[in-house]
């Protein structure tokens, strides 16, 4: 099971000469799946450079048929807003699967709110792909992976992924706050053991004191707490700030390594294996 990060910014695309190294791009990761086919978790930007490549390897392989897994933590814009410029889903062979934590009505009516006028030229549902809406359900095996699902602290909900296969697990915390005292228990449960968690760290700890609170993202310090109590392998810090340059994440990092040595920092480009 291999994990690779298309883009790892919360809220906004920052691109920028101080932010080459870890990626403007809104948060989306990839799975391959044994059958050939892609699961993808999340669509902000970096969803647009992960569909050039999926189109690319289908016409490598002289294939018309792609097969796509997309998982939706929640709707807010940075995670949704890259999906108009998924190729595949304008190509007629490509078959897109979208879970999320809602109705498939639900979904299909939020996502159609965005790829449509007056914001977009192409209506979603006169895109030529095939596209089939589920609600993310217990115990639910998606292209051999069994994945689940434990809610999170954010404003209007989301949701935390648990990848599992050949006793490897993999868990993606993208968008939680942490509680006003200790861990959040249930999050912790939900990851214990995983070897790799990708973890919220928008905020710095004294950004976060100073009038983030309430906002429905967490820290590099909650972050090693979390991993500790969690007997994580490895935290990966993620949705980095797009106020925060390159040198601002390295010094994040080198923080929270003080506390959870086997920290690593998402950026564009980074594979994961071994969970």
């Known amino acids: ?121 192409v209506a979603l549902g006169a895109t030529p792909s095939t596209k089939l809406f589920k609600k993310i359900v217990p115990g639910l095996t998606i292209a051999g992976l069994h994945v689940s699902t434990c809610p999170l602290i954010h404003p209007q909900g989301s949701v935390a992924y648990k990848f599992e296969h050949g006793g490897e697990r993999l868990v993606s915390a993208t968008d939680t706050e942490h509680p006003e005292k200790g861990i959040d228990r249930r999050l912790a449960a939900f990851a214990e053991g995983a070897g790799h968690l990708i973890y919220d760290a928008t905020f710095t700890p004294e950004e976060y004191a100073a009038g983030r609170k309430g906002w429905g993202h967490s820290t590099w310090l909650a972050g090693t707490e979390l991993a500790t109590a969690g007997c994580i392998g490895s935290l990966v810090l993620s949705h980095h700030s797009p106020d925060h340059s390159d040198d601002q994440v390295d010094g994040i990092l080198e923080a929270a390594r003080e506390r959870f040595p086997r920290t690593l920092a998402a950026r564009q480009g980074l594979k994961l294996s071994k969970g």
């Open 1 to 121: 099971m291999e994990l690779e990060f298309w883009g790892v910014r919360g809220t906004m695309p920052s691109p920028g000469p101080d932010k080459v190294r870890y990626g403007g791009h809104t948060p989306c990761a990839s799975l391959r799946t044994a059958d050939g086919g892609t699961l993808v978790i999340d669509a902000g930007t970096g969803i647009k450079d992960l569909g050039a490549r999926i189109m690319s390897e289908a016409s490598a392989a002289g294939s018309d048929s792609i097969k796509v897994f997309l998982l939706l933590t929640h709707f807010h814009l940075d995670h949704i807003m890259g999906l108009p410029a998924f190729a595949p889903l304008f190509s007629p062979g490509a078959s897109i699967t979208i879970y999320a934590p809602a109705e498939p009505e639900a979904t299909e009516r939020y996502l159609g709110g965005l790829i449509a006028g007056p914001y977009f030229p």
